[in-house]
């Protein structure tokens, strides 16, 4: 058996500059960070000549090509598999469409197994441009490429999205302090909301592709945010990338009509009264996680939980998507 796991991420600035309508004609920019959260996919071979998908529905087919789930299938034919006598069975900390990249994270744990069962090793660059080959160009997904790269790498990590389809990647270089005080200052509240990125993502990337101002402006001003708050984090100025999450999320949300609703408003300003520096939705919008750099945890907490909204706790993962039994 075959087990590998990949972790989710939250997005620290510059979030929707990945999208190719915009990297591909105005150079991209993120910051991204892989949490301990994780996918895992399970692979191993049967005594049953058919191929069993399990993950929130099971299948049992004979052919790769009458595999319902998109990502599975698409992954086995990349690595021309039969597939035949084979099980892959997929679990998460926590649910997909919560805004913490979970289809990237799958896409790339699951490629990873296969790789691994095919006793071929890759490496993580080849592993991340795999994964947005299969979402994005097989599967014509109108979403980004954070995801599955800062699932590959994990990390506190810089990515820049040139036009050239390239992607450069350096590690954010934070002192240890920093790093302690980011991650425990930083807080996740579940909205109780589930959605598509891709839905979400739709608009803005069919708006860049008509080279619409108003979000190419939008865009331009995030990827500036994004480099203000890497420098920032570097410098250690933690109030002030905390100050610059919430400029992000007011410019983020007049970028598609269902980007936020009037329940995570009303949350929102709630934090901004009881301690938060600065927040925002975590992925493309419309719900999920809402996440708030604070440095008054006991206050923020006490008052969200209190309306009802559940917290989930993290540190930050440096191991990327690996392996962990063979």
Not at 40 to 48: G, N
Not at 165 to 190: A, H, M, Q, S, W
Not at 218 to 230: E, I, Q
Not at 257 to 269: A, F, G, H, L, Q
Request: glycine share 8%; charged share 25%; aromatic share 10%.
């Amino acid at each position: 058996m075959i087990i590998t796991r990949s972790p989710m991420r939250i997005s620290l600035g510059g979030g929707g500059t990945d999208l190719p309508s915009y990297y591909r004609r105005h150079t991209g920019f993120l910051i991204a960070a892989a949490i301990n959260k994780f996918v895992y996919l399970t692979i191993h071979d049967t005594f049953v000549q058919e191929l069993i998908i399990k993950y929130s529905k099971l299948e049992r087919v004979n052919q790769v090509d009458e595999i319902e789930h998109p990502i599975i299938r698409e992954c086995l034919k990349e690595l021309e598999m039969k597939g035949n006598y084979l099980e892959i069975t997929s679990l998460a900390d926590i649910p997909s469409g919560t805004g913490l990249g979970s289809s990237g994270s799958f896409t790339t744990a699951l490629l990873k197994a296969l790789y691994t069962h095919n006793n071929q090793i890759v490496s993580t660059r080849f592993l991340a441009e795999q994964a947005c080959k299969i979402e994005l160009d097989r599967l014509k997904e109108p979403i980004g490429k954070q995801d599955q790269y800062i699932a590959a790498f994990g990390g506190i990590t810089a990515f820049e999205f040139l036009p050239d389809d390239k992607v450069d990647i350096k590690p954010v270089r934070l002192e240890k302090e920093t790093l302690y005080n980011l991650e425990d200052n930083l807080v996740l509240f579940f909205t109780g909301y589930s959605r598509s990125a891709s839905s979400i993502l739709k608009e803005q990337d069919e708006k860049s592709k008509a080279d619409d101002e108003e979000i190419i402006n939008n865009l331009h001003f995030v990827k500036d945010l994004g480099k203000k708050s890497l420098a920032a984090l570097e410098s250690g100025n933690l109030k002030e990338f905390g100050e610059l999450m919430d400029v992000h999320w007011r410019n983020k949300k007049k970028r598609a009509s269902s980007m936020s609703n009037e329940k995570i408003d009303e949350w929102y300003t709630l934090a901004m009264k009881n301690g938060a520096v600065g927040g925002k939705l975590i992925g493309a919008g419309g719900g999920g996680f809402l996440m708030f750099y604070t440095e008054d945890k006991m206050k923020l907490r006490h008052v969200l939980t209190n309306v009802g909204l559940e917290e989930v706790r993290f540190k930050f993962d440096f191991e990327g998507t690996k392996v962990i039994v063979q």
